[in-house]
């Protein structure tokens, strides 16, 4: 039973701080105060729900007179209450009364509001001002204050304080039909709603718009189903889970039956609350009103399967069919060893033969006839029409073509692209998967250890070496066939003349190409004054975009993320382009120095422009230049500084464009 020490088990108290006006009379010796406390505790959000009852005590002391004032749609409650019922009127006292003196009231809402306005009314023998704590602040971690006064009514000092409570209604689920031209269908009135199969309809949850009801339902669920005695002997048709919802009446034909279910989730405050509008309307669903035949051209795959389309998707058969169909060869028919309804796509019928097509059937007539069979149907039970003798389009494969670059991967195998997918089991099936390719490193022929597919691209094939590459390593590929490889379609890899490869680097640098934008991996260092350092698309080698410096000390900046190890060698790789406007002076000693460690003072490399003495750099185009340093001792998470030198006295602009910093690995 809910008493009224368990109700102070959780009531917040709200404390009320007294002053008084001076200016008009002496303070009275005894105490006045005012302090409430309600179920809500010490939440700023008060929220209840119809047929749910909240309680207020008064506390205040010094009072002359006391009310709790509720509206009408509210209750009074005798204690003690039991919790947890779904209905409380039983215990409603002096019905209709809507303003009680009891120190503590239990408050019954049966009616939704949103501003249902419960009053705390009080009578004072003084002036008094109050302090009401209403909320509390996070983040500055106090309560939120709101201070009231009383109010001089003839001889006394009224105080009066709203407490609003926003009472959710119950929720009352109601839908409203259209259809795809948006008329409203009207339903109601309605005995049945005919529909041909594959029509559509839209529903729309209606439940959080009536005037009269503010339940605020959270989710919808809309069903069509079955009509049958038994409940659990229904079948869904369609569903949905959207306040609006196009439904397609296309899984079966008949006469159906339709609901929402309208949900208000459960909450801290309140509970959930469901409702389920079960439609009024029988909704009959037709068969089309046309035949029911085969659509398009009859397609072997390249996975010896035959595939014909029908103009409809086509309801479940068995296998029992196939004596239904006859495929030919020359007037000579053969074996059908099945027929079945595709997976992914149910307007499609997939045939296999006992003995598949070649590609040597292309230049035959291949044709296929199917005699109407009461178990062949559309899913509207239509039959499929018969047809006699209609071509098949045999499979002929396509020659695999090699294409793009051939690279080094981090594993030293050698990565070749195709333009189709390569069948693995025409590698591991092979008797020597190695036939055809030519593999000559420093123009020695190079030995091929093992093939396979690559686990992220079937497009891709690794050919695994017989010995280490490395960065300085001219290895060229070639292909002669007649091999064993294949695609996914049975063609055969075309022949193709010797390709360099592009040695593996492993740039340690994350956007070497200045693609991204500034502040993101490359940021401005400290540049001195008029110095310009952006991402430009007035010069790119390679991408869209290049690094622009210009003028007085100008700085750039990588990631922290760059280790190195001790004794080991690296490279600085980049490409640079000087515009014709720069005057070039080999007397300044111009050139890029990289700090390489991230620090002035740190060990940097300085690839000059005038790299030869009296021959000045290429202008208007772009250079390659390299650079390399050995690291004293092993380096972790630095940064790269570029910065032009001379560092001031020397105006010029200068891009920079596909950087790389990697560890050298020569032969």
Not at 222 to 249: L, P, Q
Not at 281 to 309: C, M, Q, S, Y
Not at 542 to 566: C, F
Request: glycine share 6%; proline share 4%; hydrophobic share 35%.
């Amino acid at each position: 039973m809910k008493n009224f020490k368990n109700i102070l088990k959780y009531f917040f108290l709200t404390l009320i701080v007294v002053s008084c006006r001076e200016d008009e009379y002496e303070a009275p010796n005894t105490f006045s105060d005012l302090m409430y406390t309600t179920t809500f505790g010490a939440s700023a959000t008060r929220e209840s729900e119809v047929n749910q009852y909240v309680s207020f005590m008064d506390l205040s002391s010094g009072a002359t007179h006391h009310e709790w004032r509720i509206p009408k749609g509210a209750y009074f409650l005798k204690g003690p209450i039991p919790t947890g019922l779904d209905n409380y009127d039983e215990y409603i006292i002096n019905a209709g009364d809507t303003v009680s003196t009891d120190q503590t009231v239990h408050v019954l809402f049966k009616k939704g509001d949103s501003n249902t306005e419960i009053k705390i009314y009080n009578e004072f023998p003084e002036y008094l001002e109050f302090t009401i704590p209403i909320g509390w602040d996070s983040t500055t971690n106090s309560s939120v204050l709101d201070i009231t006064k009383t109010v001089q009514k003839d001889d006394k000092w009224v105080y009066e304080y709203t407490l609003p409570v926003d009472v959710y209604d119950t929720v009352v689920a109601a839908a409203e039909i259209r259809d795809l031209s948006d008329n409203v269908i009207d339903y109601k009135n309605l005995d049945t709603i005919r529909l041909q199969f594959d029509d559509k309809l839209v529903f729309k949850d209606l439940s959080g718009e009536l005037a009269d009801n503010n339940a605020r339902p959270t989710t919808t669920s809309w069903k069509i189903y079955t009509i049958t005695d038994n409940i659990d002997d229904r079948v869904t048709v369609a569903s949905a889970n959207t306040t609006e919802a196009t439904i397609t009446f296309g899984k079966a034909v008949g006469v159906f039956k339709g609901e929402l279910k309208a949900t208000r989730d459960k909450t801290e405050l309140i509970k959930s609350s469901t409702d389920t509008y079960v439609f009024p309307v029988i909704f009959k669903v037709e068969p089309l009103d046309e035949n029911f035949e085969l659509k398009g051209t009859i397609v072997e795959g390249a996975t010896d399967v035959i595939e014909l389309t029908g103009s409809s998707k086509f309801a479940a058969f068995d296998n029992e069919v196939i004596n239904s169909f006859d495929l030919k060869v020359d007037g000579v028919s053969k074996a059908i060893n099945s027929v079945a309804l595709s997976s992914s796509n149910q307007t499609k019928i997939e045939i296999t033969l006992t003995d598949p097509l070649t590609p040597a059937d292309a230049t035959k007539t291949v044709t296929l006839s199917y005699v109407e069979n009461e178990d062949l149907t559309s899913l509207d039970l239509r039959p499929f029409q018969s047809f006699t003798d209609i071509m098949v389009d045999v499979y002929v494969p396509t020659p695999v073509v090699q294409e793009g670059t051939i690279v080094e991967a981090s594993n030293d195998d050698i990565l070749i692209t195709f333009d189709q997918e390569i069948d693995a089991s025409s590698i591991t099936n092979a008797t020597d998967p190695t036939t055809g390719f030519d593999i000559t490193l420093n123009g020695a022929p190079f030995a091929i250890s093992s093939i396979s597919v690559d686990a992220t691209d079937a497009k891709i094939l690794r050919l695994t070496m017989s010995d280490k590459l490395y960065q300085n390593d001219v290895i060229t590929v070639a292909y002669t066939g007649p091999g064993e490889i294949a695609s996914l379609g049975g063609g055969l890899l075309s022949d193709f003349t010797a390709i360099t490869i592009e040695p593996y680097f492993g740039n340690l640098l994350t956007d070497s190409g200045f693609e991204g934008a500034l502040d993101e991996y490359w940021k401005e260092g400290a540049s001195g004054s008029g110095a310009t350092v952006e991402f430009s698309t007035e010069q790119a080698f390679a991408g869209n975009q290049s690094i622009k410096m210009t003028d007085e000390k100008p700085r750039l900046e990588s990631q922290a993320d760059l280790s190195y190890e001790s004794g080991a060698t690296y490279v600085v790789s980049y490409k640079r382009y000087i515009p014709g406007s720069v005057v070039l002076d080999e007397s300044t000693n111009a050139g890029d120095k990289i700090w390489f460690d991230g620090t002035d003072g740190g060990t940097a490399v300085t690839p000059r422009w005038f790299a030869t003495v009296g021959v000045a750099p290429v202008q208007d185009t772009w250079e390659s230049v390299t650079g390399e340093f050995t690291a004293s001792s092993d380096i972790f998470n630095k940064s790269m500084r570029l910065q032009p030198v001379p560092t001031s006295g020397y105006a010029f602009t200068v891009y920079y464009d596909d950087f790389m910093i990697y560890k050298k690995e020569e032969r």
